[in-house]
């Protein structure tokens, strides 16, 4: 649930309108509002998908039970990838399958039950459309809205007409009190029917007056200089969480309950019936939820918000992925990402030509950026975007509730976030085809989350059905053990990366060449250390796996040496966006001897790939094994590589170079040494009459040749090192 939850956080959290501990208490009495305001219905989980009066108890409480075992594991996989989606979808998704499964079973046994007798499939396909329509509309209207909002306020909003900051004020305070108290608090059960009816019949009188009274009080506010975007931001972060309480909570907690008023339902009335003939046609019934299991529920939501590292990353994809500066991107490119961006460009420059160049030029001037005013340094953008996707989130989602449509929170605000950063130029042609990238891989997310929520809730259901209480006992405590590992593994690299992550924000966000240089610095050298000895590993992999023809060893060197590569060209990026905050010729001086460093460590990947992919084949066909001698004979070129790389590691990790020129010139009489080794060994082929052992020849000449190319990568990238910090 903590990765819906977290998603109406984004904006403030990006903008850094207030610390996190305050945003979370502001959301966190939107959650108890919302929750304890709710009008609790839970009909999607009760007949919602299945007809209910069509099942047995037994074969109710299976479907619920496999709907909550799969529903954790998927939302904990997206949780551990940082990827928003959305509970709602893989609810219905997963009460799709599993009644799917029990249905045809059911059908097998009776050929008179049909389809359309056990399931209700119009709430699924709602849900299917809902997507299609909340995404292109929240997106375009995401576009509109913040190009328009940005030529009215440009990037310093401060010095802006006041009239407009005032009426912006006055129209989004009345945006937010309408999606709060006329379509939250009016359709409450605790407000008597009377006030209910009179909200329904005076709304548009009461938006007006609300939308006079509110202009008064930013004008006012204005005056006593309070930031009007600010507290629009934070009513608006309120308005989310109580909408989201309201609605996609009473959702979630509606299976649990759904399957404990079965329970009671079969206590109460079974009279002596089996669990598999007692029929839980109560379900077509309506239920309220008790208010008490609402704020149960909303308290343990917003515990999860508070605590949850997981939830947290959902949370910084969506940041990133709209951010204003340049930096790390999280996705790569991808072929459909391209074209987009491509034919994106093309239009946009069509476009261009066809304006006057006086009328291009005034709008580019809206939109410097330079002038950008923060509320905080590590701010993603400014609050004037975060105030527009509150605002028009908020909008949105109410309008879909007049007309009935079940849009989903995650979607909505997600989607304008995107649709304001790609309208505020947050997107450029460095950044474009990664962002796009990232924006496709979390909607296809979504609908991934559909496909898998329906046959793996299926699957399980099955199980269950035919288990009996065994199975379902097996899966309870396969989810609880799949969920305790996988917060260990997460916890850990979460800690392994929080670091470098941390270092690069900074290097990032300060605008003080010294700081910028002295974490640039460290940066670098703490790269080309773990490089150092991230080489020497795997190295020491491939000989041995050689030398043992451990086939398995060499395959995993296959796997960490190619995602050790991906690690490589997101650090460079890093540290190149670092090096250009530098001042122009300290940024020259550094520069030469930063690629070579940077060049080096990728040589030392390179060198091992081609290494490793002539020992694994051979490895693999299970070709002759290297001869002794040759291990014998190689095995002092092993040691030295070692002591060398350690001790070139030593001076970069300490800063201290004061044997520097005595391992380059190891190095070099190493390298000499291998020149000698290699000729010895091609006059050994060109002379032996046994062309058996041409494959293992060939394969250790491979290796003696790559293994001149590990030192000559441990020489440049020692001498870059130094060249770095002294020049």
């Known amino acids: 649930m903590s990765n819906d939850a977290v998603n109406f956080l984004q904006s403030a959290i990006g903008a850094k309108v207030a610390k996190f501990r305050t945003v979370l208490i502001i959301a966190s009495f939107g959650v108890v509002v919302g929750a304890i305001m709710s009008s609790g219905m839970m009909d999607v989980a009760r007949h919602g998908i299945i007809m209910p009066s069509q099942y047995s108890f037994e074969e109710v409480m299976t479907i619920f039970l496999a709907v909550m075992v799969t529903d954790v594991i998927i939302l904990d996989v997206f949780n551990t ?70 030529l009215m306020f440009t990037f310093n909003y401060k010095h802006q007409s006041q009239i407009l900051t005032v009426v912006f004020g006055g129209i989004a305070f009345t945006a937010l009190s309408y999606f709060i108290f006329l379509k939250g608090v009016g359709k409450s059960p605790y407000l008597s029917a009377s006030v209910s009816n009179y909200i329904s019949a005076n709304t548009g009188m009461l938006i007006v007056y609300t939308f006079v009274v509110s202009t008064i009080i930013m004008q006012i506010m204005h005056w006593l200089g309070c930031n009007i975007f600010k507290f629009v931001v934070l009513m608006g972060t309120f308005a989310l969480a109580m909408a989201f309480a309201g609605n996609d909570l009473v959702n ?22 089996s669990a598999s003939s007692f029929h839980m046609g109560s379900l077509m019934a309506s239920a309220k939820t008790p208010p008490l299991y609402l704020l149960a529920a909303g308290v343990i939501m917003i515990i999860a918000m508070a605590k949850s590292k997981k939830a947290h990353n959902v949370i910084k994809t969506s940041v990133d992925l709209s951010r204003q500066d340049e930096g790390d991107e999280m996705f790569g490119s991808s072929k459909a990402a391209r074209s987009i961006v491509r034919f ?56 879909g509730t007049n007309y009935k449509l079940p849009l989903s929170t995650t979607y909505v ?27 496709i891989s979390v909607i296809g997310g979504w609908f991934i989350t559909a496909g898998l929520a329906f046959i793996a809730c299926a699957f399980v259901c099955v199980a269950m059905y035919y288990g009996g209480i065994i199975a379902k006992v097996v899966f309870m405590v396969a989810v609880i053990i799949t969920l305790i590992r996988s917060n260990r593994n997460f916890s850990r690299k979460s800690k392994e990366t929080e670091d470098e992550d941390n270092a690069f924000r900074l290097m990032m966000r300060s605008n003080d060449p010294e700081i910028v240089w002295d974490l640039l610095r460290n940066h670098v050298s703490r790269t080309q250390s773990y490089v150092n000895r991230f080489a020497l590993s795997q ?19 296959t796997k960490q040496l190619k995602t050790e590569q991906q690690t490589l060209k997101k650090y460079r990026r890093q540290e190149m966006l670092a090096l250009k905050k530098l001042p122009f010729d300290i940024a020259i001086e550094r520069n030469t001897w930063f690629h070579l460093g940077a060049n080096s460590d990728q040589q030392f990947i390179y060198s091992l790939r081609r290494m490793l992919e002539p020992i694994k084949e051979h490895v693999d066909n299970n070709f002759n094994p290297l001869p002794a001698g040759y291990i014998t004979e190689y095995i002092n070129i092993s040691h030295k590589v070692n002591d060398l790389m350690k001790q070139s590691e030593a001076q970069i990790s300490t800063g201290r170079y004061d044997n520097y020129r005595v391992i380059l010139s190891e190095a070099d009489t190493l390298k000499n040494q291998l020149s000698a080794l290699r000729k010895i060994h091609i006059d050994r ?39 770095f910090i002294d020049n």
């Open 81 to 150: 990838l940082g990827m928003p989606t959305s509970t709602t979808v893989s609810l219905v998704f997963e009460l799709l399958g599993g009644a799917f499964v029990i249905a045809t079973i059911k059908m097998i046994s009776d050929g008179n039950l049909g389809y359309g007798m056990l399931l209700n499939s119009d709430k699924a396909l709602s849900v299917i459309i809902a997507i299609f329509v909340s995404v292109v509309i929240a997106f375009i209207f995401g576009v509109i809205v913040m190009w328009l909002s940005r």
């Open 252 to 273: 979630f907690i509606g299976v649990p309950l759904a399957g404990l008023d079965s329970f009671n339902d079969f206590v109460a009335n079974a009279n002596g019936a």
């Open 344 to 399: 994106t460009q093309n239009s946009n420059n069509f476009i261009l030509k066809a304006l006057p160049v006086c009328v291009t030029k005034w709008v580019d001037s809206r939109f410097n950026k330079r002038d950008v005013i923060l509320e905080n340094e590590n701010a993603a953008f400014d609050i004037v975007r975060a105030a527009v996707n509150l605002v028009l989130a908020s909008m949105l989602i109410t309008i």
């Open 413 to 439: 605000t997600f989607m304008v976030a995107m649709g304001s950063s790609l309208a505020d130029r947050a997107w450029s042609r460095e950044s474009a085809v990664f962002r796009v990238t990232g924006v």
């Open 539 to 557: 190295y020491n992999k491939i000989v041995e796996g050689l030398a043992e023809e451990n086939v398995r060893e060499l395959g995993k060197c």
């Open 685 to 723: 082929i060109q002379c032996s009459d046994d062309d058996s052992e041409m494959q293992i020849n060939m394969v250790y000449l491979n290796l003696l040749q790559e293994t001149q190319e590990f030192m000559s990568a441990m020489r440049h990238q020692l001498r870059a090192a130094k060249k």
